[in-house]
Nanobody, 115 residues
Framework: QVQVVESGGGLVQAGGSLRLSCAAS????????MGWYRQAPGKQRELVAR???????NYADSVKGRFIISRGNAENTVYLHMSSLKPEDTAVYYC?????????WGQGTQVTVSS
């Protein structure tokens, strides 16, 4: 069973930066794609950024130029570097790991951006 754990959320002022971390464990082989999603109160969960095992990335239009997703040196880790944060970035951020046609989710980490 793959387990996904996020960390790094918190409270930050508008214009500030945060880095989220995610580690997937319990897989026998390397994880395929990993990604970050977010869900604000009253809204659906949405894609923020994804990265393939080969390093290919894609981003939501709302975060392009501000957020960077990257793989860590440790296997099955991924980071989300968030800068120029806006109040509308406030949400619970979830890490997702794709492994053999299944998607495994972390418990989420709260990011709050104050104006």
């Amino acid at each position: 069973q793959v387990q996904v754990v996020e960390s790094g959320g918190g409270l930050v002022q508008a214009g500030g930066s945060l880095r989220l971390s995610c580690a997937a464990s319990g897989s026998r082989f390397s994880i395929d794609d990993m990604g970050w999603y977010r869900q604000a109160p009253g809204k659906q969960r949405e894609l923020v950024a994804r990265i393939g095992r080969g390093g290919t990335t894609n981003y939501a239009d709302s975060v392009k130029g501000r957020f960077i997703i990257s793989r860590g040196n440790a296997e099955n880790t991924v980071y989300l570097h968030m800068s120029s944060l806006k109040p509308e970035d406030t949400a619970v951020y979830y890490c997702a790991a794709d492994y053999f046609s299944a998607t495994y989710w972390g418990q989420g980490t709260q990011v709050t951006v104050s104006s």
